[in-house]
T-cell receptor
């Protein structure tokens, strides 16, 4: 039973480019969460999605960030016009209801 | 605002001893609390969940307590081993009317545990 799969594991972008982070939840999990871990900081919630619906986006920056979880395919976290401050590890978690199971993250570096 | 503190940034203990990690919270009434382990370069791995109406939970060498009056959880690893060395995170979350945990988790900063042989 494969765990939560995130890709790419490492992503390098130049300022102003777009970053697309993908998350395939565990089989049977319909709840997906995105968290961000900045250097020397703890995990911070960004967004909670169920298939085709955003349930809670209270942790998402108001601009440049968006997330989706389509009926088919992985969940996508999209960051437009990246800035240096977006450099972080982005973790996805999935759940059927109950404990959340995390992927190993995408480490985003902005040049 | 909600605040979660894990009292030790780092904890060093000798192999075989019991490690005790503390998680305190304020301005929050969580329905459940979870403990995770995180190794360098990896995502958090779920260890234990305890609900607000449970006082204690055990799993193998792990034990968690949850005191909603003190707003504190203690996480114990008995007979610790060097392989237990990692960062341990506590996380608080809400629940739904059915008692299942849903929704965002609020994490503490983590405690780095090092078990020396």
């Amino acid at each position: 039973n494969a765990g939560v799969m995130q890709n790419p594991r490492h992503l390098v972008r130049r300022r102003g480019q777009e970053a697309r982070l993908r998350c395939s939840p565990m089989k049977g999990h319909s709840h997906v969460y995105w968290y961000r871990q900045l250097p020397e900081e703890g995990l911070k919630f960004m967004v909670y999605l169920q298939k085709e619906n955003i349930i809670d986006e209270s942790g998402m920056p108001k601009e440049r960030f968006s997330a989706e979880f389509p009926k088919e395919g992985p969940s996508i976290l999209r960051i437009q016009q990246v800035v240096r401050g977006d450099s972080a590890a982005y973790f996805c978690a999935s759940s059927p209801g109950g404990p959340q199971h995390f992927g190993d993250g995408t480490r985003l570096s902005i040049l | 605002s909600q605040k979660i503190e894990q009292n030790s940034e780092a904890l060093n203990i000798q192999e075989g001893k019991t490690a005790t990690l503390t998680c305190n919270y304020t301005n929050y009434s969580p329905a459940y609390l979870q403990w995770y382990r995180q190794d360098p370069g990896r995502g958090p791995v779920f260890l234990l969940l305890i609900r607000e109406n449970e006082k204690e939970k055990r799993k193998e060498r792990l034990k968690v307590t949850f005191d909603t009056t003190l707003k504190q959880s203690l996480f114990h690893i008995t007979a610790s081993q060097p392989a237990d060395s990692a960062t341990y995170l506590c996380a608080l979350g809400p629940t739904d009317a059915g008692g299942t945990s849903y929704g965002k988790l609020t994490f503490g900063q983590g405690t780095i545990l090092t078990v020396h042989p």
